[in-house]
């Protein structure tokens, strides 16, 4: 869409609607103005920034951000393509995945402090996969898609997407999402986990081809041939494997911790990685 201003100015926008066969759909339009309710609140670099949400033609909308760029499973495909062609061992170049992966955990850390109108403190995204993170030509990344995003605590027993309801791709569970638990800031950073490890050697954590087994797998806390980690650089592997506990309290309490690992790794790695470097290779 493109939305015009004055004197000329104007602005290109994503348009994202409800499909017409789930606007009858009670709990997805819930979703929907959730997710709404919660993009209003959230201002990050690193999250895509909505600037409008209203309703036409009996279907709610949201207007937000375009990103010109390629999302992170285009990015993981390449590199696993690359990889196949040349028989390497791993994905994408470690600097530019602990890159990526940094600015993600910064639009987490953003979304996790966000004070709420309830009096609850952050939000759990519960869908952080590739498909979710983009990276524009500029080198930005953002984190997308809060549409099944909730509350870390309080939650309404009557919400359809509480507790033992699964939500979110069955490859990319956390053990106590597969098992429909509630969930805090711990599980989103599970995920952030998967995203370094796929990233890094271009190749799923959990079965793609079986996601039944998958969301058993995650459920019992199974992360399948982590051993496959000693070909990516040490200081990598130790994140990976601390994000990927299958207790809560074994990872990464705070996403700008994870950060600060990955951003000490950069800092002794021989090649920069900056949104200069990130819009290139995307």
């Known amino acids: 869409a493109r939305r015009e201003g004055p004197a000329g100015v104007a602005r290109e926008l994503v348009v994202k609607r409800i499909l017409p066969h789930l606007c009858a759909d009670e709990e997805f339009v819930q979703m929907f103005l959730d997710e709404a309710r919660l993009a209003a609140k959230l ?3 690193n999250v895509v920034h909505v600037y409008d949400f209203g309703h036409a033609d009996e279907s709610y909308y ?22 196949e062609r040349a028989g390497a061992q791993l994905g994408m170049p470690p600097h530019h995945a602990a890159k990526i992966v940094s600015f993600v955990c910064e639009g987490l850390a953003h979304a996790h402090a966000l004070p709420l109108d309830d009096g609850n403190v952050g939000v759990v995204h519960r869908d952080v996969t590739p498909s979710n993170v983009l990276i524009s030509f500029d080198g930005a990344v953002k984190l997308a898609d809060f549409g099944i995003a909730k509350a870390q605590e309080g939650l309404d027993r009557r919400d359809p997407t509480g507790h033992g309801v699964v939500k979110g791709k069955y490859a990319y569970l956390s053990p106590e999402q597969a098992r429909g638990e509630p969930l805090d ?14 990233c890094l050697l271009g190749e799923p954590l959990f079965p793609q081809h079986d996601l039944h087994q998958a969301k058993r797998l995650a459920a019992r806390g199974e992360v399948p041939d982590l051993q496959r980690l000693s070909r990516v650089p040490a200081p990598l592997a130790r994140v990976v494997r601390r994000a990927l506990s299958a207790r809560p309290r074994d990872r990464y309490d705070d996403a700008l911790k994870l950060r600060a690992d990955l951003e000490a790794f950069l800092r002794g790695y021989p090649d920069p990685s900056d ?4 819009g290139r290779y995307a």
């Open 275 to 278: 949104a200069v470097e990130l």
């Open 185 to 198: 800031a711990r599980s989103d950073l599970f995920n952030v986990g998967i995203l370094l490890f796929e």
């Open 62 to 83: 949201l207007a937000m951000e375009l990103v010109r760029g390629v999302d992170l499973r285009a990015l993981v495909d390449r590199a696993a393509a690359m990889r």
């Open 43 to 45: 201002h990050h670099p």
